[in-house]
């Protein structure tokens, strides 16, 4: 075989070509090591703990103290500033935007008050305000707004916590969303501590200790940012997930169970009321096809020096499209923005129809019954009206405008306008049969404070009587509170 050194006199190329071979070869095992080096050190610094965290400790600063970084961009969820067309961290009022919902919800405490949610660090601050919870609720309204809950739900135990009432827990809940609700405080591993999430899992025969730590990065968001209802008896939570998460698959679950979470007060309809179904429709998008999970998009990474670490600033993706949706899309910030709101627009038009059809059928459906409509007519009707609304409503009560799965959104609204106009078929002849003169003249719902009294709301006495629970009650929680220290930061 002839010499290298021979080759290489013949062919200088070859000698550059093994030098560049080499230099190659160098700077990746250069970075290879300099990865492990960085890997290492962010694992020591990691668990070189300050203080040991307790199992149940929901003090957020407490975690905090081994993790700064964290717990510093955590804090930031107290900022309000962000407003996207249709979402963002700001208050806004949802009843005054689209006042027909007040109508939908007749009957139901949601037509008193529906403000978009702001930041994890409002969990409790918003719930304890909102007029919604001046109607007697159960303990289990506060599984999703504390870190308090896993240390309630162990020390008294599950059932015990759901029997209880909203206004029993009010001085044990004091912490906000935050570090205990998903992580495990001895190796930071991400966890599940709300038992509906593994109940649901366990009912479809899946084990969810075998989800991968990807997996896990939506699942913790899965504990709160769902579909879900209370059991009658003893207001147990669960998940309606046994025949799957699309909308149609959940209501056959209800229809099932003949789960009524209210009857509509104009229409007399036995009504199903949507919650929150994020991580429904996501699992039915793109991205959860592509393997993104949640904290990919509202939880990015950052870096402070040579170190990694996830933002806690858990927040809209349009809020930080450099650090979350260019990581991944090569589209410049305002195409990116401009792809997201033109599909938002197409889902909010659908919405605006349906909505505006619901309220029509209710109306109309209260003129029959006034009319002298009897249940044998109006079955059919109440039945298409509670698809109708179930349908627009799993995809209004959800966040992102349709954005986690902009064809599914689009798809369950048209379902929605379908079930409602055949609704209004029906419902055109049982007014004609009744000798009401069609079509009616509707009441003047366009805004939220005339939508409310339309359908009867008193809103002095009920704002009166939440500012009573203010000044009255709430002060008395906090001298009762055994978690006094570490207690929220009260947002100004």
């Not at 905090?64 to 107290?78: A, C, D, I, K, M």
């Not at 055109?428 to 366009?446: A, F, R």
């Not at 929680?477 to 207690?487: A, D, I, L, P, R």
Request: glycine share 6%; net charge negative.
């Amino acid at each position: 075989m002839e010499p290298v050194s021979e080759i290489t006199k013949r062919k200088p190329w070859v000698a550059w070509l093994i030098f560049l071979g080499t230099v190659i070869i160098v700077f990746v095992l250069g970075l290879l090591a300099s990865s492990i080096v960085e890997r290492r050190s962010e694992s020591k610094v990691y668990f070189q703990m300050v203080s040991e965290i307790p199992d149940w400790e929901p003090r957020n600063e407490v975690w905090g103290e081994n993790f700064p970084r964290e717990y510093e961009s955590y804090v930031n969820t107290l900022d309000t500033s962000f407003r996207s067309k249709y979402g963002g961290s700001a208050t806004r009022d949802a009843l005054e935007e689209q006042p027909e919902m007040v109508v939908l919800w007749a009957g139901y405490a949601f037509s008193r008050e529906y403000k978009q949610s702001r930041g994890h660090y409002y969990a409790i601050n918003d719930i304890r305000e909102t007029l919604r919870t001046d109607v007697p609720q159960p303990g289990t309204c506060w599984t999703c707004k504390s870190t308090d809950v896993p240390r309630l739900m162990n020390e008294m135990g599950v059932d015990a916590f759901y029997k209880s009432t909203w206004k029993d827990l009010g001085s044990e809940v004091v912490n906000n969303i935050g570090c205990q609700d998903c992580h495990d405080p001895k190796t930071m591993n991400l966890r599940i501590t709300r038992p509906a999430l593994i109940e649901a899992y366990e009912r479809q025969g899946k084990d969810i200790t075998e989800a991968t730590h990807q997996e896990m990065r939506s699942l913790v968001c899965a504990q709160c940012h769902v579909e879900y209802y209370f059991t009658k008896e003893d207001k147990y939570l669960v998940f309606p997930w046994d025949n799957g998460m699309g909308a149609e698959a959940m209501e056959a679950y209800y229809d099932s169970t003949q789960h009524v979470d209210f009857v509509h007060a104009l229409s007399k309809a036995p009504m199903i009321k949507a919650q929150h179904p994020d991580y429904e429709q996501y699992t039915t998008g793109v991205h959860f096809d592509r393997g993104v999970a949640c904290a990919d998009c509202h939880m990015p990474y950052k870096r402070d020096g040579g170190m990694k670490y996830t933002d806690h600033k858990i927040q809209s993706p349009l809020a930080n499209i450099s650090g979350s949706c260019v990581v991944c899309h090569r589209e410049s910030e305002e195409k990116l923005m401009a792809n997201v709101i033109d599909r938002q627009d197409k889902v909010y038009e659908l919405r605006r129809i349906a909505e505006k059809n619901l309220a029509r059928l209710h109306i109309e459906a209260k003129t029959a019954w006034d009319n002298g409509a009897n249940e044998q007519e109006m079955a059919p009707i109440l039945a298409l009206i509670r698809q109708s609304q179930w349908r627009w409503d799993y995809i209004v009560a959800s966040n992102a405008m349709g954005f986690h799965a902009p064809v599914e959104a689009l798809r369950t609204l048209g379902t929605s306008i379908q079930k409602a106009q055949e609704a209004r078929v029906l419902l055109n002849t049982v007014l004609i049969s009744h000798g009401v003169k069609t079509p009616i003249t509707l009441p003047d719902i366009s805004s939220r404070q005339k939508a409310q009294e339309y359908i009867g709301l008193d809103m002095p006495a009920l704002i009166a009587s939440k500012q009573k629970f203010m000044t009255e009650v709430l002060p008395e929680w906090t001298k009762k509170s055994v978690q006094t220290e570490g207690q929220m930061i009260e947002p100004q």
